[in-house]
């Protein structure tokens, strides 16, 4: 019988219950139990706080702090999928912000040329050329930002967030 198997008998646990607190799969568990592989650094490491736990205490009292780890790590993974989630919301409505904005700097620069190209030359209307040159130039600068590059960069961060809190909610079980 493999150390792993004994604490786990020792403290009165089920292979899923082991499994969950250390992190890992129960066809890890049950290989490591076999001893068919090793556990990974993160789990052994957990392992031998439960051996100490177990050295120190009572079987009972061990359980009940690993059980309290375990609901511990529940309530850290929902909050880091709740934090995702908000992240990805807030990166959603960036990026609709500057689809519009970029929607609207191009229907402003459309209608300053044809304004442009419709004012006649002269002393009276240079003042209004330089507004309409200005409002282009201010123009071009926001469409930048708001690119379909960054758009797209924007986008990437929205997905990534999302894909982190539905990693967050599978370690959960």
Do not use: W
């Amino acid at each position: 019988m493999t150390a792993v198997k004994k604490i786990r008998l020792a403290l009165g646990l089920t292979q899923p219950q082991l499994a969950e607190y250390l992190s890992i799969t129960l066809g890890q568990l049950a290989m490591a139990e076999t001893g068919q592989r090793f556990l990974p650094t993160k789990a052994l490491l957990k392992l031998d706080v439960m051996e100490q736990c177990l050295a120190e205490n009572t079987p009972a009292t061990a359980t009940a702090y690993i059980q309290n780890q375990s609901a511990e790590t529940h309530e850290m993974l929902l909050a880091r999928a709740k934090e995702c989630d908000y992240l990805a919301m807030l990166a959603t409505q960036k990026l609709e912000a500057m689809c519009s904005h970029y929607e609207q700097c191009i229907n402003l620069l459309k209608l300053s040329s044809l304004l442009l190209e419709d004012l006649p030359a002269s002393e009276e209307t240079t003042t209004d050329m330089l507004c309409l040159e200005v409002m282009q130039h201010d123009a071009r600068k926001k469409m930048q930002r708001c690119s379909p590059g960054a758009q797209a960069l924007l986008q990437l961060e929205a997905d990534a967030c999302l894909y982190h809190a539905q990693q967050a909610r599978a370690m959960m079980g």
